[in-house]
């Protein structure tokens, strides 16, 4: 959820701790990886140039990967890293690798941010971006309704929490 509401499970600032989320009180500033809507956006778009550019292949397969390590023990892969790879066990938080996530994101949406502006998709394909954006925007859209009615709180109950109605 971080990754597009920042201060969704409070912030941490010189005036004032405010986090509420899961974990010890240093969980938020060694935890919280933002893209932002936009460029989550955009990044999830880029998965269509794959095609076009090899180079893409790489940075989403690295994407994933960043985003799955860095779940920890809430995925069996830093498990299986930290115990099969040498080196791996010296890493102490996997939620670090989400400065590398949050890097390949921001290539990933300045590739399809290129190919919007240059204007790389003619004719039926921009018909298709088009439609690809609205699916991806109008599923954020009702995940965000669903949210506010409270028909998520049984698959996230960190949802019935008063503090997640602040997320601003």
Known sequence: LTLIVPKFFGA???HAYTYW???PYWHYWETC?????LSLLLALLSVRLLRRNRFLVFLVCFALFALLF???SN???????FY???GFASFRNPARMGVFLAFIGSLLSGFSLHALMQGAAAGSEKTVWRKTLLIIAGAAAAFVVLAMLGVL???FPFLTQIQSGTMV
């Open 12 to 14: 941490a600032d010189a």
């Open 33 to 37: 990886i933002y893209f932002g809507a």
């Open 153 to 155: 709180d049984g698959v």
């Open 70 to 72: 860095s779940l920890g």
């Open 75 to 81: 995925f069996f892969l830093h498990s299986a890293f």
């Open 21 to 23: 989320g899961p974990g």
């Open 84 to 86: 099969a790879v040498p």
